[in-house]
């Protein structure tokens, strides 16, 4: 009943403050971060009113700081979205009384037994680099407080076979802690790159490596506030190129145009596999003076380029049109202005660079 009402208030706070913008890793700390901080406010907050009726006044206070610190990070959390402080606030507040309970021996002795917690909650919220760091320090506080402090100046006294089966037992937990964080990480990132992979499988042309329509559709919004130039590129005389030397020279042609123009683009322009032999060219920013140039230089490098297949050897020339994009000029007419373009340049002779009336 207790854990339910804890899982409870903390899918609360989860959909409260994070209802839609957080997933994945994120959402799993947020979700640990409310979860532990309800748990351990609950328990200090228990514990801390027990020891007032007992005579360890000085644990009590403790106890109930410690527990007023974890709701003021719930509060932090909401207010400020900070995962990573938010995060640390947990585990300093959780050193400093778990050291703390290592010195007094807590109630009977037991103190030092929560401490194993602390191991994998370092290597969560922190990771595998940073989490090592902090359980080295945690570590070495320990082993000063368990050797380098008089025994008559602890409040609890441990023996030596303790100390050391207390340090080396923690190691323990400490090793199997990062390598489960290892092993988690690992598959994270895996899990990363196979999403990145389906990603291009769905995004991008397959026999060019250019971006596609779906692409086109996800990034219109994007393209079209931005604004610059479109360029509607056609191989010509593609249909004689397939019909004569058949449709493996032919992707074979495609593939080389595709690469041509990627090579000579910026990162911030778009290029996509329009269908067929027909190429789209998003130019970021640029008039269509500009394009024009930029247009030019393309055909003047196809026109150049020599492509040999097997035994064969190619030349080849592209058609352009050219197209300005504005806020203020719907993007199927700019698409539709640069297509009209392109059909005036193969009616013109073919090879030719024009830009929209």
């Known amino acids: 009943m207790f854990f339910q009402t804890i899982n409870k208030l903390s899918h609360y706070f989860q959909q409260e403050f994070f209802p839609e913008n957080t997933k994945g890793e994120t959402t799993s700390k947020i979700y640990l971060i409310y979860s532990f901080s309800i748990i351990a406010f609950v328990f200090l907050f228990s514990l801390g009113i027990k020891g007032l009726k007992t005579s360890n006044p000085i644990l009590s206070t403790f106890l109930l700081g410690s527990a007023l610190i ?59 680099k940073q989490g090592s ?137 778009i290029a996509i596999r329009w269908g067929g032999e027909e190429f789209f060219i998003f130019l970021s920013k640029l008039d269509e003076n500009q394009a024009y140039l930029v247009g030019e230089k393309l055909r003047e490098m196809i026109e150049n380029l020599t492509i040999e297949y097997k035994h064969h050897t190619l030349r080849i020339t592209i058609s352009i049109g050219i197209s300005p994009l504005y806020k203020e000029l719907p993007i199927e007419d700019a698409i539709k202005k640069s297509d009209d373009a392109m059909y005036v340049a193969k009616d013109a002779g073919r090879n030719k660079t024009v830009k929209s009336i």
């Not at 050291?99 to 401490?115: A, K, M, R």
């Not at 368990?146 to 923690?170: M, V």
């Not at 802690?177 to 999403?195: D, P």
Request: a positive charge; hydrophobic letters at 45%; one cysteine or more.
């Open 133 to 269: 760091y902090s359980i080295l320090i945690f570590l070495m506080l320990m082993s000063i407080i368990l050797y380098g402090i008089e025994p008559s100046a602890l409040h609890e006294t441990y023996s030596e076979s303790f100390k050391l089966r207390f340090i080396l037992s923690f190691i323990v937990v400490g090793f199997l802690s990062s390598a489960y964080e290892y092993s988690r990480e690992t598959s994270i990132k895996h899990l990363q790159k196979l999403r990145k992979d389906l990603e291009n499988m769905t995004l991008k042309d397959d026999l060019t490596g250019l971006y596609n329509r779906r692409a086109y559709n996800q990034n219109l919004k994007t393209i079209h506030e931005i604004g610059g130039s479109i360029l509607m590129c056609d191989i010509d005389h593609f249909k004689i190129i397939n019909d004569k030397y058949g449709h493996s020279v032919g992707d074979f042609v495609i593939q080389k145009v595709a690469a041509c123009i990627q090579q000579n683009i910026r990162k911030e322009d």
């Open 70 to 128: 974890f709701i003021v990070n719930i509060v932090y959390l909401k207010k400020t979205s900070n995962i990573k402080i938010a995060g640390n606030t947990v585990l300093y507040v959780l050193s400093a009384l778990m050291l703390y309970l290592l010195y007094t021996g807590g109630v009977e002795g037991t103190g030092p037994l929560w401490i194993y917690v602390l191991a994998p909650l370092f290597f969560y919220i922190n990771g595998l």
